[in-house]
């Protein structure tokens, strides 16, 4: 069953924590992964890697660098599991 965009936006806020000890509920929509949440490259793949863990789905790596925003993620999580 596919996940509503709040509930992938909660589970990718989760992992971000992990990471990075951002606090969750600086993980918004609107927030850039490198200019707002000022994570790197390696921490972004890294996060890729538990976000298809968790939410069961295929990031490709060329797909990666498209996902600049928070918001582009969980569009990129949610079409990917419908």
């Known amino acids: 069953?596919?996940?509503?965009?709040?509930e992938v936006l909660a589970g990718l806020a989760e992992i971000v924590n992990e990471e990075t000890d951002i606090d969750t509920a600086e993980v918004t929509l609107e927030k850039s992964f490198?200019?707002?949440?000022d994570i790197d490259s390696l921490s972004m793949?890294?996060?890729?890697?538990?976000?298809?863990?968790?939410?069961?789905?295929?990031?490709?790596?060329?797909?990666?660098?498209?996902?600049?925003?928070?918001?582009?993620?969980?569009?990129?999580i949610t079409d990917a599991q419908a």
């Open 34 to 37: 490198t200019d707002d949440l």
């Open 45 to 76: 793949m890294t996060i890729v890697t538990l976000a298809e863990e968790k939410f069961d789905v295929r990031i490709p790596d060329e797909k990666v660098k498209d996902l600049v925003t928070v918001g582009d993620a969980v569009s990129f």
């Open 1 to 6: 069953m596919a996940l509503s965009q709040d």
